[in-house]
């Protein structure tokens, strides 16, 4: 099956850019997503991209998409406090309608 | 408006007791599903239903039982609850059954199960 990888931590300052890193192994997923957890609180959808795409930008936030390397990244520009959240890769697992996710990369960002 | 809800948010329980999570999702979408997220924050599909059916049943104790009444519901009833069992449950719903579309799942905000 699927697996998705991402590091655990990772701690910026704030107006830096952050980069999350996920590497996952079925390269034949459709959508990959980034979902964001607050603490305490549900997953939020922030993004996707198409796997058809190499780069999709969306205000604040570029997915850059390596489909050779089954590399995916979400880069966050200016980062602020409020970003301090968990951020969760999740490729779409291809023909079964569920997404596996990765761990999660808890980003803390610091004034 | 919250588009997925459960209820209740915290559940606190003995062992050996049953208890129900409920799901409502008003989004007007197929497909519902429940996941567990354990300590380490690792997420993991549980089932899920489109429009009433059982699609997808992952390697769960039978002690999980979920329920679909209409497609609009999908609750989860646990029986002889364990201490291995704690976790956070989210339900969550999505547009299609197979395959996904650009918005993705949306997630309710989950159920923390604390089993003592």
């Known amino acids: 099956g699927e697996d998705v990888e991402q590091s655990l931590f990772l701690s910026v300052r704030e107006g830096d850019s952050s980069v999350i890193n996920c590497t996952y192994t079925?390269?034949?997923?459709?959508?990959l997503y980034w979902y964001k957890q607050e603490p305490g609180a549900g997953l939020q959808l922030l993004t996707y991209i198409f796997s058809n795409m190499d780069m999709k930008q969306d205000q604040r936030l570029t997915v850059l998409l390596n489909k050779k390397d089954k590399h995916l990244s979400l880069r966050i520009a200016d980062t602020q406090t409020g970003d301090s959240a968990i951020y969760f890769c999740a490729p779409e697992a291809p023909y079964t309608d569920k997404l596996i996710f990765g761990t999660g990369t808890r980003l803390q960002v610091f004034p | 408006d919250t588009a997925v809800s459960q209820t209740p948010k915290y559940l606190v329980t003995q062992m050996g007791n049953d208890k129900s999570i409920k799901c409502e999702q008003n989004?007007?979408?197929?497909?519902m599903y429940w996941y567990k997220q354990d300590s380490k924050k690792f997420l993991k599909i549980m089932f899920s239903?489109?429009?009433?059916?059982?699609?997808i049943n992952e390697t769960v104790p039978n002690r999980f039982s979920p329920k679909s009444p209409d497609k609009a519901h999908l609750n989860l009833h646990i029986n002889s609850l364990e201490l291995g069992d704690s976790a956070v449950y989210f339900c969550a719903s999505s547009q299609g059954a197979w395959g996904s579309d650009v918005y993705g799942y949306t997630f309710g905000s989950g159920t923390r199960l604390t089993v003592v």
């Open positions: 989004l007007g979408h197929d497909t």
């Open positions: 079925d390269s034949s997923s459709t959508y």
């Open positions: 239903y489109n429009n009433k059916e059982l699609i």
